[in-house]
């Protein structure tokens, strides 16, 4: 199985992409060929003596950076590792892509390169967040701020087989994000995929935010808005509050004894609801796979992605997808 990496994309790059790359090839139960494409003098000086028959060098010269719009980076940098990465995955080189680069490029050029699944209507970005019982997928966190009832039904499609495919969790329930329970909450656009919804056996209803958590739901829809705020309250939460612990443990000798005894329950937890410990995402709707990794993604993170990839072809994640659009909306 063959996979593009973007070397330079991410706050860590190239280091957390090649060290990442080289623990999944140790790691992976099948042989893997990665292909770091970026700056080859750069991704060289990482491997400096660590050079695997698994790995390959594209070269590329140009970089894609936070200040680029996503939109116009296909055109304006044409041999950025973004872009190269992407189009090797079009050409059939490799059978997927992974970059914890600018999110808004890597879906601009993968939905403008790769095209979209038949059927697809919006592709849409899933994000998986860990639970007591087998973890949730919150879809769309961030590709359709303007969406339509019709688009929240395939992104319940989509992120159903997502959390089928990759997680490995099969029937999983469908709830929408709401403001209340009633059908009638909310505005036009969930009244509206309310209906749509309920024409599907494994949707459970709405789901209000402090149930996002603890309801039978495992796979949470809505628009881009609503999802990508949520996403980053919680990102920005979690540093909050670990950040509130450290402080107070700093503060009386007492405390410190307790966290000393109160380690390894931390350090369960720490791993537990570590992003690092899953990777990336797919993004959903592509007709092609196309990681996305968060941007300050670790060696740890890549090579979780890599293997996220894996299983995204293993488990045949695009033609299920297309088999089951095809079969709701008669595509």
């Known amino acids: 199985m063959r996979f593009a990496l973007d070397a330079m994309g991410g706050d860590f790059a190239p280091h957390a992409v090649v060290q990442g790359a080289l623990d999944a090839i140790e790691k992976a139960s099948n042989a893997l060929t990665l292909i770091l494409v970026g700056d080859e003098t750069a991704i060289r000086h990482?491997?400096?003596?660590?050079?695997?028959?698994?790995?390959?060098?594209?070269?590329?010269?140009?970089?894609?950076?936070?200040?680029?719009?996503?939109?116009?980076?296909?055109k304006t940098k044409p041999n950025s590792s973004l872009v190269r990465g992407i189009r090797l995955v079009k050409e059939g080189?490799?059978?997927?892509?992974?970059?914890?680069?600018?999110?808004?490029?890597?879906?601009?050029?993968?939905?403008?390169?790769?095209?979209?699944?038949?059927?697809?209507?919006r592709p849409a970005l899933a994000a998986y967040f860990p639970t007591e019982r087998r973890g949730k997928v919150l879809c769309d966190v961030g590709a359709n701020p303007n969406a339509k009832p019709e688009h929240l039904v395939q992104f319940a499609l989509m992120a159903s087989h997502y959390y089928d495919h990759v997680e490995g969790f099969a029937g999983p329930k469908i709830g929408l994000i709401n403001i209340g329970g009633e059908p009638s909450k909310g505005s036009e656009l969930y009244v509206e995929a309310y209906k749509l919804l309920s024409e599907m056996p494994n949707f459970v209803g709405n789901i209000e935010g402090r149930h996002l958590l603890t309801s039978e739901a495992d796979v949470l829809i809505c628009d881009g808005f609503v999802g990508n705020t949520l996403l980053k309250f919680a990102e920005s939460w979690i540093t909050f509050f670990t950040d509130e612990i450290k402080n107070m443990i700093n503060e009386k000798l007492s405390y410190k004894i307790g966290?000393?005894?109160?380690?390894?329950?931390?350090?369960q937890l720490k791993a537990k609801y570590d992003y690092e410990e899953h990777g990336g995402t797919p993004l959903l709707g592509v007709n092609g796979i196309s990681i996305v990794c968060h941007g300050s993604s670790g060696p740890k993170s890549i090579m979780n992605s890599i293997l996220v990839a894996q299983k995204c072809i293993d488990n045949n994640l695009i033609a299920d997808t297309q088999k089951s659009l095809a079969i709701h909306f008669g595509h």
Request: hydrophobic fraction near 40%; aromatic fraction near 2%.
């Open 93 to 121: 080189n490799t059978e997927g892509f992974i970059s914890a680069g600018h999110t808004g490029a890597i879906m601009s050029t993968s939905l403008l390169t790769l095209g979209r699944i038949p059927g697809v209507r």
């Open 259 to 267: 966290a000393g005894l109160m380690r390894p329950i931390f350090n």
């Open 46 to 74: 990482e491997l400096a003596g660590r050079e695997s028959e698994a790995l390959e060098i594209v070269h590329t010269d140009e970089v894609v950076t936070m200040e680029d719009k996503g939109s116009k980076v296909l």
